[in-house]
């Protein structure tokens, strides 16, 4: 395994309350200024406090970079049914992102009705399946962290600090290194970062989530990268397949990503995916509890390639 994903699953395994992620950040901006970037911290209070106060950290300057590398680096929060994400087949994901609610407000309607019938108190159902509908939600939203989170995403930070590494000085004033925060409260770190540099809604945004196992590294720009031939040459150009390993550049079809990329207009979605019959290609984030280091060298080389032949000359 890569030093960076080991020291990440050692060292900082859950990045999810303010004192986890005060560790994390202060680790990684000195590992990147040890690397010889300028490294930063940029902060935000989110509007009406949903996602509370979110703090980026940005390495190089997202103004005169003609690229922009991104990963969110905050953990989630355990949902009741496992993770699955399957970026080709949005009906199907969407339809799976329903159950949830759904088996919430049945279960609340379930409870209330059985307890408010053993005691004989037809009355007070309405009353407690709200109740327990709200206590059911605040869990949804302030639960536990999942604790399983190689994958989502040390696995994407982990391949950051690689590329970070792997970057030639002459190089590096072509690109900016963003580690978001606020990835699962609603997008607000990305957000954050998109309006302090409203240059960046013209750039490619690279965001690398949920990488650490698969046999297919997927590429998927969004609907405004997909018309851009200068990047998807270069992204055609820069990605080689492994021995076992398939990157596949994928720009047809509908497609949904539930990650960073949404909040920019020219963003570009990087994920590794298994094949799984009535699935598609599938994300199971839960059940990686190690990283790939194949995956990882393979995104590091075409990201350090990506830089070279989009800005050639850097």
């Known amino acids: 395994m890569s030093k960076y994903a080991d020291k990440l699953l050692r060292d900082f395994p859950v990045r999810n309350k303010a004192q986890e992620k005060e560790r994390f950040r202060l680790w990684l901006t000195g590992a990147l200024r040890e690397m010889g970037y300028r490294a930063e ?9 949903i996602g509370g106060r979110v703090t980026n950290v940005v390495a190089g300057d997202p103004e005169t970079a003609k690229l922009i590398y991104a990963a969110h680096y905050d953990t989630p929060l355990r949902s009741l049914l496992p993770p699955l994400i399957m970026p ?6 969407l339809l799976y992102l329903a159950v949830t609610p759904v088996c919430v407000m049945l279960g609340s309607f379930v409870l209330s009705f059985a307890l ?23 869990y949804l939203r302030f ?35 963003v580690f978001l925060d606020g990835g699962f409260g609603g997008m607000s770190g990305a957000k954050a970062f998109r309006k302090k540099y409203p240059s960046v809604r013209e750039k490619p945004v690279v965001n690398v989530n949920c990488v650490a196992r698969g046999d297919e590294l997927l590429l998927l720009p969004g609907k405004y990268a997909r018309w851009n031939g200068d990047v998807l040459d270069a992204l055609l150009e820069s990605f080689e397949s492994g021995e076992k390993k398939t990157v596949f550049l994928k720009t047809d079809g509908l497609v949904y990503y539930p990650s960073d990329n949404r909040a920019f207009r020219n963003g570009i979605a990087f994920c590794a995916c298994e094949k799984v019959s009535g699935f598609g290609r599938l994300i199971r984030p839960r059940r990686a509890e190690s990283i790939d280091d194949s995956n990882i060298t393979i995104i590091k080389d075409g990201l350090c390639k990506l830089l070279e032949k989009y800005c050639p000359g850097a």
């Open 41 to 49: 911290l940029q902060s935000r209070e989110t509007a009406l406090q």
């Open 88 to 93: 080709t087949r949005p009906l199907t994901a």
């Open 116 to 138: 408010t019938f053993a005691v004989n108190a037809p009355h007070l159902t309405l009353p407690l399946f709200l109740l327990l509908l709200f206590a059911a939600l605040l």
């Open 143 to 177: 639960g536990p962290a999942e604790m399983r989170n190689a994958a989502d995403n040390t696995s994407g930070v982990a391949a950051l600090l690689e590329t970070a590494a792997a970057l030639t000085p002459g190089c590096r004033g072509s690109v900016a290194l």
